[in-house]
C-alpha cells in the first residue's frame, strides 16, 4: 500500500491551498482516511479525517470552518483543501489510511502513512 502526499509549498494568509493523497495497492473506497500534521519541534497531530463514503467527517477544532476534508473514490485521491491558512499552520502534513471504513482522530488507529508534504504559511 502506497500513499503519496503532494500538493504542499509557500503560502500566504488569506490564501488557499489544496492538498492530494493518492493512494495505491489498496482498496481505497473501503478505508476510513486522515490528515495529520507536525510543525517542527512538536508531536503529530490529528487535523481531519473522512469515513470510507465521504458522507461522515471530523475536524480539529483548529481547523473548523478552515479547511475541508474529502475524498474522491473513482480517483482514489484523498484532499485536504485550506482555508486561509495562519503561520501556525505551517507544518509537514501526512495522509493516513485506516484499515477499517469509519473515520478516527488517534493516529494509532491508521495503518498506511504517506510520506508528508510540507505547508509553509507566511503574513
Known amino acids: 500500500v502506497q500513499l503519496q502526499a503532494s500538493g504542499g509549498g509557500p503560502v500566504q494568509t488569506g490564501g488557499s491551498l489544496r492538498l492530494s493523497c493518492a493512494v495505491s495497492?489498496?482498496?481505497?473506497?473501503?478505508?476510513?482516511m486522515g490528515w495529520f500534521r507536525q510543525a517542527p519541534g512538536k508531536e503529530r497531530e490529528f487535523v481531519a479525517a473522512?469515513?470510507?463514503?465521504?458522507?461522515?467527517?471530523y475536524y480539529a477544532e483548529f481547523v473548523k470552518g478552515r479547511f475541508t476534508i474529502s475524498r474522491d473514490n473513482a480517483k482514489n485521491t484523498l484532499y485536504l483543501e485550506m482555508r486561509s491558512p495562519k503561520t501556525e499552520d505551517t507544518a509537514v502534513y501526512y495522509c493516513a489510511a485506516r484499515a477499517v471504513s469509519g473515520w478516527s482522530r488517534s493516529s494509532s488507529n491508521y495503518l498506511y502513512w504517506g510520506q508528508g508534504t510540507l505547508v509553509t504559511v507566511s503574513s
Open positions: 495497492g489498496r482498496t481505497f473506497s473501503s478505508s476510513g
Open positions: 473522512i469515513n470510507w463514503s465521504g458522507i461522515s467527517t
